[in-house]
């Protein structure tokens, strides 16, 4: 089966800098893989994912980058706020199975002031 | 629409017992999934559903039990429950067809259900 691997584990950056967290998959039949932010006690919410016919993907200050023939992908956060510091998931799954996801364990991004 | 929902949003339970987590949804979804987060950790699917009387077992299926009587709902039964169980349960949506706004692939989650067992 899939299996994520997520780095690093907490990131703390200052406000105003760049934050950038990366996966690597193992499975070459994935072909989404979508990034969660989860606030504490709150549920994961889908920030931006990206198809594997697609290199690069942005939206505002978040940017997602995929790497196919090195299977791994990163998300790229410019001009952080404290209103980013949340942990966030990383996911991959192959379409056409219901989309199963497996999740990477994690980042807590620290945005200090 | 409400989107998913789950209840309780809390349970302790003992050692043996029994209890089912409700999940539902009302955005006609055909794919309905439950997760297990447990602290520090990523989610790990445990069984899905493609569509109502359709299920499968994901990573973590051992311990539980699910059903899929209708679209809407999708709820998860834990029979025994163990002190490993303890956990925050998430379910989720997606749909079958994507549109221009939502593409198929998706997935929305409930707000969770924190389950102790002791």
């Known amino acids: 089966g899939e299996n994520v691997e997520q780095h690093p584990s907490t990131l703390s950056v200052q406000e105003g800098d760049s934050a950038v967290i990366k996966c690597t998959y193992s499975d070459s039949a994935s072909n989404y893989f979508p990034w969660y932010k989860q606030e504490l006690g709150k549920r994961p919410q889908l920030i931006i994912d990206i198809r594997s016919n697609v290199g690069e993907k942005k939206d505002q200050r978040i940017a997602v980058t995929l790497n196919k023939t090195a299977k791994h992908f990163s998300l790229h956060i410019t001009e952080t706020q404290p209103e980013d510091s949340a942990v966030y998931f990383c996911a991959a799954s192959s379409t056409g199975t219901a989309s199963k996801l497996t999740f990477g364990t994690g980042t807590r991004l620290q945005v200090t002031l | 629409n409400a989107g998913v929902t789950q209840t309780p949003k809390f349970r302790i339970l003992k050692i043996g017992q029994s209890m089912t987590l409700q999940c539902t949804q009302d955005?006609?979804?055909?794919?309905m999934y439950w997760y297990r987060q447990d602290p520090g950790m990523g989610l790990k699917l445990i069984y899905y559903?493609?569509?109502?009387?359709?299920?499968d077992k994901g990573e973590v299926p051992n311990g539980y039990n699910v059903s899929r009587s209708t679209t809407e709902d999708f709820p998860l039964r834990l029979e025994l429950a163990a002190p490993s169980q303890t956990s925050v349960y998430f379910c989720a949506s997606s749909p079958l067809v994507g549109t221009w706004v939502v593409p198929p692939d998706t997935q929305y989650f409930g707000p969770g259900t924190r389950l102790t067992v002791l």
């Open positions: 559903s493609v569509g109502a009387g359709i299920t």
């Open positions: 955005m006609n979804h055909n794919y």
